[in-house]
């Protein structure tokens, strides 16, 4: 099971960015992969994660109308594309894929593969 990230950088506030996400087939029939993110002294957070099935999506408060979780079934891939970024978004960012209950669908003890991380770097 592999998850590999990728699309990180340094962007100026209200810039974009779009991470990606390859994974292995096995971890594409998952029940949802997300992404979450970790800044430097905080705790890992939800950011998005879209289900397999149907493709329904969620995010975070703090990223709704900016965030976009999405798929490619045929490359195994999932994307977050970033919109009006801002500081506070500043983060390495982990995709990660599930096998557990929708009801913990924002819980990243839930998921059980992990990518290793693109850091996002937001500046003023």
């Known amino acids: 099971v592999q998850l590999q990230a990728s699309g990180g950088g340094l962007v100026q506030a209200g810039g974009s960015l779009k991470l990606s996400c390859a994974a292995s087939?096995?971890?594409?029939?998952?029940?949802?992969m997300g992404w979450f993110r970790q800044a430097p002294g905080k705790e890992r957070q939800f950011v998005a994660t879209i289900r397999r099935s149907g493709g329904y999506t969620y995010y975070a408060d703090s990223v709704k109308g900016r965030f976009t979780v999405s798929k490619d079934a045929a490359r195994n891939t999932v994307y977050l594309q970033m919109n009006s970024l801002k500081p506070d978004d500043t983060a390495v960012y982990y995709c990660?894929?599930?096998?557990?209950?929708?009801?913990?669908?924002?819980?990243?003890?839930?998921?059980?593969?992990w990518g290793q991380g693109t850091l996002v770097t937001v500046s003023s």
């Open positions: 990660a894929s599930t096998h557990g209950p929708l009801s913990s669908i924002r819980d990243h003890t839930q998921y059980n593969y």
């Open positions: 087939t096995r971890t594409f029939s998952s029940t949802a």
